[in-house]
């Protein structure tokens, strides 16, 4: 790093100073600028190489090697921001350096190196805009290079664009080929060298999908390991690989390693300014930052985020702003962000976070937060889903549509980075989701083929704090309020003259009035550790108050609630609880799982909330 830091000096002082040759040095000063992006990640190396690019071609002066190199920081930068104009322009730079080198010799050495340019380019293109024509054309161009040279660079490029082209093993088997040979000739310890070593991780995760060989994950975390421990915290290949490498050691149910964890809940701010540094997309930084605003609005975060935020993103930073202002009343929220580590403990917590700018899935583990972006959810389609769930009179007919949507919307992408593999004893995971949106039964999404529940075990949290709350004494008896004919043992508390009073002591509350003339949210008592909500007594999906996720939320522990009326599940449920509060969950989803052959209308309104 230090030669390399050496060397862009020299080439500064020599672009700056110079009157005749500055236009000379530009070519070379861009890629060392792009080679220390690709090794530190600081988006302001690329934002340099890119405008030092561009002053020399709008003069005229650019030659081949300098058009080939701003085509190349043009990628980097149009992947960064995802910005098509930046990856449109790379296109026709490496397009323009090509024709000019074959209008003069076709035989140029040069040829494939440019040739292979043109592809990178266009593959970005790809990947940006999933236009098949573009993959293509990049196929075309890098058939070409590797006809006449087995560079480094030609021979990696072509395995991207192999893998990226195959749905199959002997396409992902050429793809793990070519990238192989890349890493065995490039010059190790380079950035070069760590690009390929993960290019290659990721194509033997690709066949381990496709054949379930453990051999292949093993082989795929001993090529991701060596660079998360070795390259810079903030280089962009790190962040990649360390992204890999969470999901298969999570996939194992493995913890990773605390050197592997880039961000700390235990370190606030220099976290958050890391993650917004380092993110290998920037609007994964701002997704975080806003996730950082949100649950920690302290004074220093939000006033170093609307300082930092003004330029990438105005609207994030008058929000910033505002958390700002709330932070200083007296009535602003009690947990920090810091204070949030252990909720994860028992397994990962989604914050769902849907919103007009975009939408993403926070995702709380081990520790720290992997933001998952969910590119097919839109706030309106999800307002849309929460209205027809609300003012449905027929639950049958909608259901089943919803709960597609929910998948490929909100489960599918989550599922897709942190690869569970269900069992007999699935993981557990908690969803969390606010405002209209907190009634959507994510819990139950599927699309026929795949679901949640084949999966993980759900809860709901209205609040990742409320999995804070110390355990409590387990197990005395129950009170029912107004419950009809269930089939325990009780003491029973009717409706009309319900208290607090009158359920005394109990650990277990089960509740089937449709109202009660007291306050239960406000409710005190501390021996409570479990609480049913029937159908009656839990308010119904249109109304804005969520009673079970407020009992929940304000220090109860268990909660099982039923969002709308369906066939009754007190009896099984109890029977699996067998009075065991710390069994809830798992109990519920195996209750359910035994109804899943039914119409989703029976059973997908059960839901849990709690540890």
């Known amino acids: 790093m230090g030669d390399l830091d050496t060397a862009l000096a020299l080439a500064r002082a020599e672009f700056h100073s110079s009157t005749d040759r500055w236009h000379l040095v530009a070519g070379p000063l ?16 690329l934002d340099e190489a890119v405008t030092l690019g561009i002053t020399v071609d709008v003069a005229g002066l650019a030659d081949v090697s300098t058009a080939e190199e701003l085509s190349r920081a043009l990628v980097l930068r149009g992947s960064y ?32 190196v440019l040739c292979t340019a043109v592809a990178d380019a266009l593959l970005a293109a790809y990947e940006l805009s999933d236009d098949q024509a573009h993959l293509d054309q990049a196929l075309e161009s ?47 310890g380079t950035p070069q060298a760590a690009v ?31 660079l998360v421990g070795s390259l810079p915290e903030s280089s962009p290949v790190r962040w990649r690989c360390l992204h890999l490498l969470r999901a298969e050691l999570v996939a194992r149910g493995e913890d990773a390693p605390a050197e592997d964890r880039p961000v700390r809940w235990g370190e606030r ?14 609007h994964l930084a701002l997704a975080a930052w806003r996730a950082v605003l949100v649950l920690d609005p302290a004074a220093d975060v939000a006033a170093h985020a609307a300082a930092r935020l003004l330029d990438l993103d105005p609207d994030l930073a008058r929000f910033a702003v505002e958390l700002l202002q709330r932070a200083s009343t007296p009535d602003g929220p009690e947990f920090s962000f810091t204070d949030l580590a252990p909720a994860a403990h028992g397994g990962p917590v989604v914050l769902v976070n849907i919103d007009d700018l975009r939408c993403d899935a926070l995702v709380v583990i081990d520790g720290g937060v992997v933001v998952v972006p969910l590119p097919g959810l839109t706030a309106a389609d999800a307002r849309a889903a929460a209205h027809a769930l609300v003012e449905a009179e027929d639950r049958r007919e909608r259901l089943p549509d919803l709960l ?20 007999q004893e699935p993981p557990r995971l908690w969803w969390c989701l606010a405002g209209p949106y907190r009634f959507l039964p ?7 083929e795949n679901s949640v529940m084949d999966l993980v075990v759900s809860s709901y949290t209205r609040d990742p704090a409320a999995l804070l709350v110390p355990e409590r004494p387990r197990c005395a008896p129950i009170a029912l309020v107004d419950t009809d004919d269930h089939p325990v043992p009780t003491r029973e508390v009717y409706a009309p003259t319900a208290s607090p009073a009158g359920i005394g002591t109990a650990t277990w509350l089960h509740l089937a009035a449709p109202s009660v003339t007291f306050d239960l949210a406000a409710l005190s008592v501390p021996t409570i550790d479990f609480a049913y909500f029937s159908a009656h007594a839990a308010a119904p999906v249109h109304e804005g108050n969520d009673l079970p996720a407020t009992f929940h939320g304000g220090g109860r522990l268990h909660v099982v609630a039923q969002r709308w009326p369906a066939p009754d599940v007190t009896a099984d449920l109890y029977r699996e609880l067998a009075f065991d509060s710390e069994r809830t969950a798992r109990a519920l989803h195996r209750v359910l799982t035994a109804r899943r052959a039914a ?10 909330y709690g540890p």
């Open 30 to 45: 861009v890629r060392l600028l792009r080679l220390r992006y690709e090794y530190l990640g600081g988006p302001a190396d």
């Open 81 to 112: 921001y995802e910005d098509a104009a930046d990856i449109g322009t790379a296109v026709d730079l490496a397009r323009r350096a090509l024709r000019t080198t074959v209008s003069v010799d076709v035989e140029d050495s040069r040829v494939p």
């Open 142 to 188: 890098i058939e070409y290079a590797a006809s006449s040279s087995d560079a480094a660079v030609v021979v990696g490029t072509y395995g991207r664009i192999v893998r990226a082209r195959s749905d199959d093993l002997s396409g992902i088997e050429e793809a793990i080929r070519l990238t192989a040979r890349a890493v065995v000739i490039t010059p190790p």
């Open 196 to 226: 390929y070593q993960a290019d290659l991780a990721e194509a033997v995760l690709d066949r381990a999908d496709l054949t379930d060989s453990d051999a292949d994950v093993d082989q795929a975390i001993g090529l991701l390991r060596p």
């Open 269 to 282: 701010l220099p976290a958050a300014l890391a993650l917004a540094e380092a993110a290998w997309q920037p």
């Open 404 to 423: 597609r949507w929910l998948w490929n919307a909100i489960a599918a992408p989550v599922f897709d980075v942190f690869r569970f593999v269900g069992g």
């Open 442 to 448: 994510v819990h139950a999404a599927g699309d026929g």
């Open 599 to 608: 119409h989703p209308a029976d059973w997908a309104g059960y839901v849990h």
